[in-house]
């Protein structure tokens, strides 16, 4: 069992940056991948980051080059750097644990999620 807590969300201006952090219980969290994903209101839940235990990353292309995930897995935590953040950036975030990495862009491949937090990005 996995219990995720995600923070870090907030208001911020057009180009501005936030840092999303996502806290793990369990002592198998080295042991999962883990991912972003993001859902506007009245739109599906889609895709942002991933990272499998070993340090390999995905992005969504709307996301790369502005956005890095990391992950330290001595404090169990899971890391969303958002940078150069747009309007359409904005969304409820959610972490999510992966046992198996095998489709790290779908979430219904992944097995705990957390509860999410609110980004605004204003124009």
């Known amino acids: 069992q996995v219990q995720l807590v995600e923070s870090g969300g907030g208001l911020v201006q057009a180009g501005g940056s936030l840092r999303l952090s996502c806290a793990a219980s369990?002592?198998?969290?080295?042991?999962?991948?883990m991912g972003w994903f993001r859902q506007a209101p009245g739109k599906e839940r889609k895709f942002v980051a991933a990272?499998?235990?070993?340090?390999?990353?995905y992005y969504a292309d709307s996301v790369k080059g502005r956005f890095t995930i990391s992950r330290d897995n001595g404090k169990n935590m899971v890391y969303l750097q958002m940078k150069s953040l747009k309007p359409e950036d904005t969304a409820v975030y959610y972490c999510a644990a992966d046992r198996t990495f095998l489709r790290p862009t779908i979430d219904g491949e992944y097995d705990y999620w957390g509860q999410g937090t609110q980004v605004t990005v204003s124009s």
């Open positions: 369990g002592r198998t969290f080295s042991s999962y991948a």
């Open positions: 990272i499998s235990w070993s340090g390999g990353t």
